[in-house]
DNA sequence: TAGCTCATGTAACTAGTTACATGATTTG
DNA sequence: CAAATCATGTAACTAGTTACATGAGCTA
């Protein structure tokens, strides 16, 4: 959804091959992103025909030669629009690319000035007011309909296992975004 | 990603247009999955070319026609197919398909037999084993890479919050599995 | 010598989003 | 009279997956 964004951030913190995004997109980025290679590679050849990175090609003797990507002046520039720009992401509330996105947001807040920092910040706190509302809708729908649980059975009990998947992924998210804002409150 | 079949466990509980499919996408269904109008009318039309619907065109006086779709035999064998077999959904732990994927199997379990009610039982056991191991690795990761969270600051606290998403993610992905397990277990 | 790592890619496909288009009826 | 509801679609696009392809060097 924002791929070319998230790479954007990684190459901030250390410019890199196609292949060593991958690895980080298959390691430590993989728990709120999953990218393969190919995804990659197809990316990478459009930012750079967009001249938000530049490619320099490093010649190695016992491995494969390797083309090393790093963000130009344009690149850091749309990743400090796109920090203070509004989420785009979408979904239901168990597979929700918003949550990501936000994630990829405050890893790459910092690379963005103290405006991204603030801007990022307020992203949180509107998304944590849209989750919040959506828990209560959520709630109250699990009150008037399913007021006594434990007597379900067949279908009816299987749709409201379905809206707790709802519920248990928007407290999860309610959770992170809580612990987000308090991670960047106290330690100022 | 299994659109199709999120459809036929919709048409089995009740035969309908794609406008009613859309608005079932859009409410109860939509704490797991969303889908647009165009969506679904393009992937009617790839079933009722499987044969795994049939159609019927109801004239309303003061509406307009509609297009009734309904499961056919083919389309209930592919349901009871698609059930017993494994879960293919991908995705980082913060966007999961698996989870959805799950919950739909679950809501139409009843629609596939006996054999489909226990080897969906089946999958929501694995895949709470994976959940549960992939969990344990977050927190190793957790425990040896920020010892004192408390004192993180900058990229670092960045990594921390995004890791601790992924945590927040696969914890609910476990409860709410173990809460399924339960409420299947106990009403027998 | 079999399999893994490094390194880059093409091609075909599946899934999903956004924008545009039409037109009658019903509700506020 | 404006907006929502009912009803179906096309077209263009973005995002992501799966399969195939190549080839050197390093490790068990």
Chains 1, 2 share one sequence.
Do not use: C, N
Not at 75 to 83: I, K, P, V, Y
Not at 96 to 110: F, N, P, Q, S, Y
Not at 147 to 165: I, N, Q, V, W
């Amino acid at each position: 959804m924002t791929l070319p964004h998230a790479i954007l951030v990684s190459l901030s913190e250390r410019s890199g091959s196609g292949y060593e995004l991958a690895r980080r997109f298959d390691g430590s980025i993989a728990d709120v992103w999953t990218a393969t290679h190919q995804q990659i590679y197809k990316t990478l050849r459009t930012m750079a025909d967009d001249g938000w990175v530049s490619v320099t090609t490093v010649v190695q003797q016992t491995r494969p030669d390797k083309k090393v990507y790093t963000v130009s002046d344009a690149g850091r520039d749309e990743l400090a629009r796109w920090l203070a720009a509004p989420l785009t992401g979408s979904g239901s509330a168990v597979t929700d690319t918003r949550i990501r996105e936000l994630a990829v947001k405050l890893h790459g807040a910092g690379y963005g000035g103290a405006a991204a920092v603030s801007a990022v910040r307020d992203q949180v706190v509107a998304q944590r007011a849209e989750r919040a509302a959506l828990l209560d809708t959520y709630h109250g729908f699990e009150k008037t309909h399913f007021p006594e649980p434990a007597r379900l059975t067949g279908s009816a009990l299987h749709r409201y296992l379905a809206l707790r998947g709802g519920i248990h992924a928007g407290r999860a998210a309610l959770d992170w975004l809580d612990e987000i804002l308090t991670a960047l409150r106290d330690p100022a």
